[in-house]
């Protein structure tokens, strides 16, 4: 093998590790859960905002053409700044998406599974919740609010 061949795949392969190394750490140290599909919920029909204790918070959300929703048909729900809440979603139709804009929450609203993901408000403010998978003529417009005060 070439010595600049050499050169280039070591560079190549000290660059991919370190990527992996982090990533890795992210996952597990700071504890940056990857989306995952849960076996032990059925998937539910109606979203349901359920409160636990003052700060945490199970958010069962339904996507459906062309909305989120939340708690009983809303598409819009309010927490109290620092809850941490567990989202669970599914879908009533065909496949969604679901980001909550400023969060690490991105999942997939696929008919028949729930996603899990699990994250704390730590700040005040609106996030957009929006549906970034293609779903129909509606999906431009499908959106939804979490107010945090
Ligand atoms: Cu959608």
């Known amino acids: 093998m070439d010595r600049a061949e050499r050169n280039a795949l070591t560079i190549a392969i000290a660059l991919l590790l370190f990527f992996f190394v982090l990533i890795v750490y992210a996952a597990k140290g700071l504890k940056i859960d990857l989306p995952t599909c849960i076996t032990d919920v059925q998937p539910f ?3 349901r905002l359920i409160q636990h204790a003052p700060d945490r918070y199970e958010l069962h959300v339904v996507a459906r053409m062309w909305f989120f929703d939340f708690n009983q048909g809303q598409t819009e729900i309010e927490l109290p700044v620092g809850s941490t809440v567990d989202f669970y ?6 496949v ?5 804009n400023g969060t690490t929450v991105n999942l997939m609203a696929i008919p028949g599974t729930v996603n899990y993901a699990r994250y704390r408000f730590e700040k005040p403010g609106v996030y957009h919740v929006v549906c970034h998978e293609f779903c129909g003529v509606g999906h431009q417009a499908m959106q939804g609010k979490i107010v945090v005060k």
């Open 89 to 94: 979603l599914t879908s009533a139709d065909v």
């Open 45 to 47: 029909k109606e979203g």
């Open 96 to 100: 969604h998406g679901m980001h909550v």
